[in-house]
Structure formats: structure tokens, C-alpha cells
């Protein structure tokens, strides 16, 4: 004796279930779509260009000067993904980078691609100034 009467609304689920499992597998796969590469980064006002030196996964050099790296400095590869610092140990990068204010540690750098890289940023090495000297001056 059979109490579960299951057998006969079997035929009305299966199509449910089919169309709610096709559903469930192509939803995740819309949702990772990524923009396309190449897309234009923007980066911070007070972002400075440089060029960085990994030495380790703590100590850098920018622009041929020591500089320490905050505990939560990111690495961004010309894609935007995340770089571990210990991945690119002894290379050198063309970077924006952002120097914390209250430590002086290197807090964000983003490794430019050929095309950021010819934009013109201020360095750190640059000098604003107000004035210029008499040599300077074009001569008449």
C-alpha cells in the first residue's frame, strides 16, 4: 500500500524543476559579466607618477628613494586586479601612486599601461612655484 501518491504529480514538476535548474546555472553566469578591458581609470587628484621598485613585500624604492608600504598597500595591475606585493619583488613599474599623509607610507599604487603612462601627471620630483627666475626670462 502506497500512501505517498507522488507518482502521478511527477509529470507536472519535472518541467519545473528542469526550467528552475536551467535558470539557476545561466542567472550566476550573467551576473560575472566583466567590462571590457582597456576601459579608461580614473585616479585620485593627489595621485603622484613615479617609478616603483618592489625590493619587498614591505620596502620599496620611488623614484630611486626608500619608501616604506602601509600594511594595507594595494598593488593595482593595469587591468585594475589586485597584485600581491611579494609576486613582483625586485621588478620596476611606471605607477600612480597615493602616499598616506599621517605615516608617509606608500597606501595605493596602480601600474600604468603604455597608454597611461604617456598622459602627463605631476610627479614628485616636480615644483610648483609661483615665480620664475631671471634666467628664466626670454631674452629680447
Not at 501518491?5 to 509529470?11: C, E, G, H, K, M
Not at 550566476?28 to 613615479?50: D, H, I, S
Amino acid at each position: 500500500m502506497n500512501r505517498c501518491p507522488t507518482a502521478r504529480f511527477s509529470f507536472l514538476f519535472a518541467p519545473l524543476l528542469a526550467s528552475a535548474l536551467l535558470c539557476g546555472a545561466v542567472l550566476p553566469a550573467a551576473a560575472q559579466v566583466v567590462a571590457p578591458l582597456g576601459g579608461v581609470r580614473t585616479f585620485p587628484e593627489n595621485a603622484l607618477r613615479g617609478t616603483l621598485a618592489i625590493n619587498s613585500t614591505v620596502d620599496a624604492q620611488l623614484d630611486g628613494k626608500a619608501i616604506r608600504m602601509a600594511p594595507g598597500m594595494r598593488l593595482l595591475s593595469p587591468q585594475n586586479t589586485l597584485v600581491m606585493a611579494h609576486s613582483v619583488i625586485g621588478q620596476k613599474f611606471t605607477v600612480n601612486y597615493v602616499v598616506e599623509a599621517s605615516t608617509g607610507m606608500l597606501l595605493t599604487a596602480w601600474i600604468l599601461s603604455k597608454d597611461e603612462a604617456a598622459q602627463p601627471r605631476k610627479g614628485a620630483t616636480a615644483t610648483d612655484r609661483n615665480f620664475i627666475f631671471e634666467s628664466e626670462i626670454p631674452k629680447r
